[in-house]
């Protein structure tokens, strides 16, 4: 199957209502982290601010329940918390043109209204079947290998088994990995496969308990903080496969995100929810694709982050975002909370990554 990407099709800036919009107002931010009355909260959408006549300006990277703020001839997206006293604010809760600000909701195209009016398995769940999405998947990954950026949003259950973890490993190799976000468990457990051959001090291939193994993962972030980094400890020999391992040996950017229950936490584990949350946005801004897997909170959280379009090489097109999960949860959360674009696959995680390493070329038990 090939991928094509979807072509993005521009407002239509000719129509009276656009034509004949005012321009944006701004006005400027009280205090610091404090917008004015009446700010303009931005959607996963594209949305034009008009800053002079004939100009309708597009910000590169946007996020939703954010503000605009101008920039001289450019615009940006802020969180509330990053306002300066003073700075430009966009005013105005029209989305249509009205206040100079346009929303564009139909840039990739409007789902068209199906032949049948009835029909029974419309939504996914576990028994829908998804062999061509499947297929649609490894051709998106092809693409996006030379022609995009794949973030990966890994929770620790994809190192908990000895298949699931190879098979990340293998696409890690292979060029399929931009990024990695993550948490502190995926690290630490990912570590402790490569040192003990367990997870959480069970055996990751025969699922057999390890005598006095609920030490291992504790051991492992003792270990590495006496080193001072997961870095060194690659260097030191301490770690010698893994996810971890990989990341660094191709260098891969990865963000792992502290949780209030972590425990150590390894070095490199961000322990403020801002710095990590700020560190996190840096990422998704540059995604093209985001596959989440297995981790409600770090999915949830990637989702809100992640605006439905990317503006890449100077190109407008669209951001692929996919859940995998046991559980519909994590995809209709999102969609509640307005990142519609997120589509969910409805497995165990061990089960999708040796599927999708293994139709990408790869085997998971390579290495």
Same mark, same amino acid.
């Given at each position: 199957?090939?991928?094509?990407?979807?072509?993005?099709?521009?407002?239509d800036?000719?129509?009276?209502?656009?034509?004949?919009?005012?321009? *944006?107002?701004?006005?400027?931010?009280?205090?610091?982290?404090?917008?004015?009355?009446?700010?303009?909260?931005?959607?996963?959408?594209?949305?034009?601010?008009?800053?002079?006549?004939?100009?309708?300006?597009?910000?590169?990277?946007?996020?939703?329940?954010?503000?605009?703020?101008?920039?001289?001839?450019?615009? @940006?997206?802020?969180?509330?918390?990053?306002?300066?006293?003073?700075?430009?604010?966009?005013?105005?809760?029209?989305?249509?043109g009205?206040?100079?600000?346009?929303?564009?909701?139909?840039?990739?195209?409007?789902?068209?209204?199906?032949?049948?009016?009835?029909?029974?398995?419309?939504?996914?769940?576990?028994?829908? @079947?998804?062999?061509?999405?499947?297929?649609?998947?490894y051709?998106?990954?092809?693409h996006?290998?030379?022609?995009?950026r794949?973030?990966?949003?890994?929770?620790?259950?994809?190192?908990?088994?000895?298949? @699931?973890?190879? *098979?990340?490993v293998?696409?890690?190799?292979?060029?399929?990995?931009?990024?990695?976000l993550?948490?502190?468990?995926?690290?630490?457990?990912d570590?402790?496969?490569?040192m003990?051959?367990?997870?959480?001090?069970q055996?990751?291939?025969?699922?057999?308990?390890?005598?006095?193994?609920?030490?291992?993962?504790?051991?492992?972030?003792? @270990?590495?903080?006496?080193?001072?980094?997961?870095?060194?400890?690659?260097?030191?020999?301490?770690?010698?496969?893994?996810?971890?391992?990989?990341l660094?040996?191709?260098?891969?950017?990865?963000?792992?995100?502290?949780?209030?229950?972590?425990?150590?936490?390894?070095?490199?584990?961000?322990?403020?929810?801002?710095?990590?949350?700020?560190?996190?946005?840096?990422?998704?801004a540059?995604?093209?694709?985001?596959?989440?897997? *297995?981790?409600?909170?770090?999915s949830?959280?990637?989702?809100?982050?992640t605006p439905?379009?990317?503006?890449?090489?100077?190109?407008?097109?669209?951001?692929?975002?996919?859940?995998?999960?046991?559980?519909d949860?994590?995809?209709?959360?999102?969609?509640?909370?307005?990142?519609?674009?997120?589509?969910?696959?409805?497995t165990?995680?061990?089960?999708?990554?040796?599927?999708?390493?293994?139709?990408?070329?790869?085997?998971?038990?390579?290495?």
């Amino acid at each position: 199957m090939n991928f094509t990407l979807p072509a993005y099709r521009d407002p239509d800036f000719s129509v009276p209502e656009l034509r004949d919009a005012p321009v *944006a107002r701004f006005e400027p931010a009280p205090a610091n982290g404090v917008a004015p009355a009446n700010y303009h909260a931005t959607s996963i959408f594209p949305e034009y601010i008009h800053l002079s006549p004939g100009n309708w300006v597009l910000p590169t990277h946007s996020r939703m329940d954010c503000v605009v703020v101008r920039e001289g001839e450019a615009v @940006a997206v802020r969180e509330f918390r990053n306002l300066r006293r003073g700075d430009a604010v966009a005013v105005g809760r029209g989305e249509n043109g009205e206040d100079g600000i346009f929303v564009h909701t139909e840039g990739f195209g409007a789902a068209g209204e199906d032949a049948e009016k009835f029909s029974f398995r419309r939504s996914v769940s576990r028994e829908t @079947a998804f062999s061509v999405d499947y297929d649609e998947l490894y051709a998106l990954l092809r693409h996006e290998r030379d022609h995009g950026r794949i973030v990966w949003v890994l929770g620790p259950a994809v190192v908990f088994d000895f298949d @699931a973890r190879k *098979a990340m490993v293998g696409l890690i190799r292979r060029g399929f990995v931009h990024a990695v976000l993550a948490g502190n468990a995926l690290a630490v457990h990912d570590l402790e496969g490569s040192m003990f051959g367990s997870a959480l001090g069970q055996d990751i291939y025969f699922r057999r308990g390890r005598r006095l193994g609920h030490y291992n993962h504790l051991d492992v972030i003792n @270990a590495v903080r006496g080193i001072g980094s997961i870095e060194g400890a690659i260097a030191a020999g301490l770690v010698t496969d893994g996810v971890m391992h990989a990341l660094h040996a191709r260098g891969v950017p990865y963000v792992l995100a502290g949780s209030i229950r972590d425990d150590g936490p390894l070095p490199e584990t961000i322990a403020g929810a801002y710095e990590a949350q700020a560190r996190m946005r840096a990422v998704t801004a540059e995604a093209t694709t985001v596959i989440a897997l *297995a981790t409600q909170l770090h999915s949830i959280a990637t989702g809100n982050l992640t605006p439905s379009y990317a503006v890449w090489q100077g190109r407008v097109r669209p951001v692929y975002f996919y859940c995998v999960d046991m559980s519909d949860f994590v995809t209709t959360k999102l969609a509640n909370r307005g990142s519609l674009g997120a589509r969910g696959v409805l497995t165990n995680v061990q089960d999708f990554l040796v599927t999708v390493d293994r139709g990408l070329g790869g085997e998971c038990r390579e290495g």
